[in-house]
């Protein structure tokens, strides 16, 4: 028995499953179509048919319903190209660095800040450490966005690529 048919058997419709759930009817008809859902949809999917997760993930995961439903879907599946470049991450790894530098930064900052309100340390010490980790910051940012590569083979001294 799969999701869809766990619906049916309750008797509620898509619309009925989101509003008992939290969850829009977007997230019923993918969970529905066979798409793995996150662990907050399948908590709350469970919670509404008073299962557990686990019991409820396998439910969804059996075969028989994702081949029936794929029967009856009539947009077709995509597929992976094997020639197609690979997803490139939404943050790189240097961004992260510049987010993590900055957050720290800020958390720094703070820390400083009431200590020099409600301690009395010297108040020249906040610009100072601003302008330092101000200009960490900074160049953290200037490698993310590429300023420090080196030129790449095959390009000419103007950093102009010769075959464009």
Do not use: C
Not at 38 to 52: H, I, K, M, N, W
Not at 88 to 102: F, S
């Amino acid at each position: 028995m799969g999701l869809k048919s766990l619906r049916l058997e309750k008797g509620w419709s898509q619309e009925q499953l989101a509003t008992i759930s939290g969850l829009s009817d977007r997230t019923i008809q993918r969970a529905e179509r066979g798409e793995t859902p996150s662990l907050e949809t399948v908590r709350a999917l469970a919670a509404s048919f008073d299962l557990s997760s686990a019991q409820l993930r396998d439910l969804i995961e059996t075969p028989e319903e994702t081949a029936d439903m794929a029967a009856n879907d009539t947009t077709p599946i995509p597929t992976a190209d094997a020639t197609a470049p690979a997803a490139q991450p939404l943050i790189t790894h240097e961004w992260k660095r510049v987010l993590l530098g900055a957050a720290v930064y800020v958390a720094v900052m703070t820390w400083l800040a009431l200590m020099q309100t409600f301690a009395g340390w010297d108040p020249e010490l906040l610009p100072f450490i601003a302008l330092l980790g101000g200009g960490l910051i900074a160049t953290l940012a200037f490698v993310a966005l590429g300023g420090a590569e080196e030129k790449k083979a095959g390009s000419d001294t103007d950093g102009h690529d010769p075959t464009d």
